[in-house]
């Protein structure tokens, strides 16, 4: 048995070789088998825009009003890939930068009366040094500038409410020690379901795509994508060891990248091979769970829900080469920018053998309007 390396001490808490709490605070992991429905609100891919931010409270508005909602979920990109990043905390200032977005997109959650979960996509770190993003960043740095804002306090949520939560910043392989920079993974256990984030982004193929000049690096984004996709596998790991030891009914993965989009393999795309090996992982793990897993993404803006490992034969299976995976379902969230702008209503009530339903909750009919 390995120890693991604390970076804070948490409630004198024991770990095993593959990442998971062996002793956890009865707090974080309740026994409890009669336990209630749980409501998530969960969207991605907003606001897109600055029209968007500007009427933020129709989307706070319509989740703060529903009294079953207990948290609430971001997928990822919190602008588009059109826009400049933000350097908030970066100097000297890029001039094609927008520094001031992020911290409204933060005063944006702390409208959510409910703890608000956040992992971070592309649009915000690892696509900014495209052209068509101003070359507005490098992507490490902006990387480092969402966490200084989003995660300054490790193992907490977002949010009005606060949800203390096991970040790997805090909890991590002594074998692996630079997994501790990765304090936007993070996990937590409700109603006998466990759930975890990763940093996972979409587009440019699992941020293999060469960075473009003048952050052209192709050492440094090696190193970048070897490092993190490690980490988000070793913190899988962590999460099924965590689901098993605490007899969870079901696991929630939550990532922004659509690790099957169809125009990612297409001519032209920037493929998914990248992903293969977290997918692979996961279908592995699922299998040996065999319990309900449902993945959350956000990334391709369009609503979709599909079992994608349940027939290596389909047109998702072929892709990352797994054995079939019927207890695995996922859905993709609506972004901002389609319409009618709406969130996912998710519950899962671990009473019933297929825990998870859903409905999409619109806000806004027409997401290019103000709708008022």
């Known amino acids: 048995m390995k120890n693991f390396a604390v970076a804070t001490a948490f409630l004198g808490a024991a770990f095993t070789t593959a990442g998971a709490l062996a002793e956890q605070p009865v707090w974080l992991f309740p026994n409890s088998e009669d336990t209630p ?15 968007l931010l500007d009427n933020a409270a129709l989307l706070t508005g319509s989740v703060n009003a529903d009294a079953d909602v207990s948290l609430v979920v971001h997928v990822g990109d919190i602008h588009s890939g059109s826009m400049p990043c933000t ?12 520094p001031g977005w992020s911290q409204k997109i933060y005063y944006q959650f702390q409208q959510f009366t409910k703890p608000v979960i956040y992992t971070p996509g592309d649009n915000e770190w690892s696509d900014c040094h495209k052209s068509k993003q101003f070359s507005s960043g490098a992507p490490l740095k902006e990387l480092a500038s969402v966490r200084s804002l989003f995660f300054a306090r490790a193992g907490h949520s977002l949010g009005l409410s606060d949800k203390t939560v096991v970040s790997q910043a805090q909890f991590f392989d002594a074998a692996h020690p630079d997994d ?25 193929n699992n941020d293999t795509a060469p960075w473009s000049a003048p952050f052209a690096d192709a050492a440094g984004q090696a190193a970048e994508v ?9 913190w899988l790991q962590s999460t099924f060891d965590a689901a098993r030891e605490n007899d969870a009914h079901a696991v929630v993965i939550i990532l922004q990248a659509d690790m099957w989009d169809p ?44 079992q994608p490992l349940a027939n290596p034969a389909s047109n998702t299976g072929v ?8 207890n695995l379902t996922r859905i993709v969230v609506q972004g901002s920018t389609t319409a009618p702008s709406e969130w996912l209503r998710l519950t899962i ?14 806000y806004c009919r027409d997401p290019l309007t103000s709708c008022q």
């Open 87 to 98: 350097s908030a905390d970066i100097l000297p200032a890029i001039a094609t930068s927008n």
């Open 349 to 362: 009530d671990t009473r019933k053998p297929q825990p998870f339903s859903w409905t999409n909750v619109a």
């Open 319 to 326: 892709i990352h080469h797994t054995q079939p995976v019927p």
């Open 37 to 51: 429905p749980i409501t998530l609100a969960v969207f991605g891919d907003w606001p897109y825009a600055q029209l």
């Open 226 to 234: 070897a490092a993190r996709t490690g980490a988000d596998m070793r």
């Open 263 to 306: 125009e990612a393999i297409a001519a032209g795309g920037a493929g998914l091979d990248q992903y293969t090996p977290f997918v692979q992982e996961l279908a592995d793990l699922a299998l040996n769970f065999d319990k309900p897993v449902l993945l959350l993404n956000g990334d391709t803006h369009v609503y979709f829900e599909d």
């Open 180 to 204: 501790a920079a990765y304090v936007e993974n993070v996990m937590w256990m409700d109603g006998k379901v466990a759930f975890a984030t990763f940093n996972m982004p979409g587009g440019s």
